[in-house]
């Protein structure tokens, strides 16, 4: 039986694994309310658990250390109350098998070698070699379809992240490059590492370190 993260769970999540995200971002992930979402974002405000941080134009909320901490305690026990940490567990050692073919893909997208140059920009000139490409990601999201069903099926929270996928991929098959591994859209590479750090902090494993519970 899927278990359904609290509210404040998901927004203060929805933080964490945007790494910097707006009231509408936080909304839109969470599919809570924007007067709802922006009152519990001030209240954590409030809390110490997040931050409002402005870099040129760009602004959102980031957590804080306190935050990280509270947000990784709460993890922990939905986790362990939710029965889901073997099945979490499971599905992370799947990503991380398909983590490098993604990674693969992605630098093959914005590197196309030459003779003279291994590490020379895509052109995107060369048509065969793009389509090779988006046929890798459509594989790739083929097999990440049923892991994000399994992880839904016990943690409700983890399933919007192969329709994000498959969106992202759709535009990229359209002609819309970006969405491949661009930066400042919900790109096929900016889906996959908000996937990649869902998992991370779901199972309370630091980037390049062993697991634990926060």
Not at 74 to 96: I, P, T
Not at 159 to 174: K, Q, S
Request: hydrophobic share 40%.
């Amino acid at each position: 039986m899927t278990h359904d993260s609290a509210p404040d769970l998901c927004v203060l999540h929805a933080v964490r694994v945007g790494g910097m995200a707006s009231d509408e971002a936080v909304a839109r992930r969470t599919g809570i309310d924007l007067d709802t979402a922006s009152e519990l974002l001030r209240d954590f405000e409030a809390y110490g658990w997040v931050t409002h941080v402005e870099f040129g134009a760009t602004s959102g909320w980031t957590l804080t250390e306190r935050g990280r901490d509270e947000e990784s305690r709460r993890l922990g026990e939905e986790l362990d109350q939710a029965g889901a940490r073997e099945a979490v567990e499971r599905a992370h050692k799947k990503f991380e098998m398909l983590n490098g073919r993604l990674v693969r893909a992605c630098t093959d997208w914005q590197l196309r070698p030459t003779g003279g140059d291994r590490l020379a920009a895509n052109d995107h000139s060369d048509a065969q070699w793009d389509a090779r490409v988006l046929a890798e990601l459509t594989a790739i999201g083929a097999e990440l379809t049923p892991l994000i069903g399994g992880l839904a099926g016990v943690l409700a929270r983890f399933g919007g992240h192969a329709d994000r996928f498959d969106a992202a991929l759709r535009r990229a098959r359209a002609g819309e490059g970006q969405w491949v591994a661009g930066v400042g859209v919900a790109s096929c590479h900016a889906v996959w590492m908000e996937l990649h750090e869902d998992l991370l902090s779901t199972l309370g494993i630091a980037r390049g370190g062993s697991s634990g519970n926060g």
